[in-house]
């Protein structure tokens, strides 16, 4: 059975940098056949998704986010990871990790999400 | 930007058909997803490529999508049905992924 495991602070200072890592449990980020994407969800609002990586480190990010935002992955460790630099009260959100199969089926699999504050 | 919108509220009785729509330009020749979310739950996948459902969804799940307005189809609607659901396309002129704003179906 494959899982997502979202880690890292619940709180974090505004002008900081919001680190977060997925860990993948089930498979392997290390596959061909999937992207590894973040999407965030800020209290009562809809979903943003924030960026995408590909076992080979190529990476994809939404426009509004791409000056900010680094996505990586370790196939030694198995995980992905999430930076966010220069976070203010607008980044508050849940974050969640997802497994993306490809353009034309969407994100199959979701981590339970982790909420992460910013405020000081 | 390629945008989605949706409307922000459905309401149905239990045993009607929902439908929620996911409107965009010319979004019949894109690839639309569907996602469920409870509340305090992740998004579950309900219907992919416009029309399939992921093993383990119930067939009451059904989409379809023509010119500038895809469609979830829920039949039979069930109190358990209750919840948010999401759009979401790949937006391939500028390499991301496009939510639309969601939707709150209510069972009355």
């Known amino acids: 059975q494959v899982q997502l495991q979202e880690s890292g602070p619940g709180l974090v200072k505004p002008s900081e940098t919001l680190s977060l890592t997925c860990t993948v449990s089930?498979?392997?980020?290390?596959?061909?056949?999937?992207?590894w994407g973040w999407i965030r969800q800020p209290p009562g609002k809809g979903l943003e998704w924030i960026g995408s990586?590909?076992?080979?480190?190529?990476?994809f990010y939404n426009p509004s986010l791409k000056t900010r935002v680094i996505v990586s992955v370790d196939t030694s460790k198995n995980h992905f990871s999430l930076m966010l630099m220069s976070v203010t009260a607008a980044d508050t959100a849940v974050y969640f990790c997802?497994?993306?199969?490809?353009?034309?089926?969407?994100?199959?699999?979701w981590g339970r999400g982790t909420l992460v504050t910013v405020s000081s | 930007s390629y945008v989605l919108t949706q409307p922000p509220s459905v309401s149905v009785a239990p045993g009607q058909t929902a439908r929620i729509s996911c409107g965009g330009n010319?979004?019949?020749?894109?690839?639309v997803h569907w996602y469920q979310q409870k509340p305090g739950q992740a998004p579950v996948l309900v219907v992919y490529?416009?029309?399939d459902r992921p093993s383990g969804i119930p067939e009451r799940f059904s989409g379809s999508n023509s010119e500038n307005t895809a469609t979830l189809t829920i039949s039979r609607v069930e109190a358990g049905d209750e919840a948010d659901y999401y759009c979401?396309?790949?937006?391939?002129?500028?390499?991301?992924?496009?939510f639309g704003g969601g939707t709150k179906l209510t069972v009355l």
């Open positions: 990586v590909y076992y080979t480190g190529t990476t």
């Open positions: 997802a497994r993306e199969y490809s353009s034309t089926r969407g994100f199959d699999l």
């Open positions: 010319n979004i019949g020749s894109e690839s």
């Open positions: 089930g498979d392997s980020v290390g596959s061909s056949s999937y992207y």
């Open positions: 490529d416009n029309s």
């Open positions: 979401q396309l790949w937006d391939s002129s500028s390499d991301h992924w496009v």
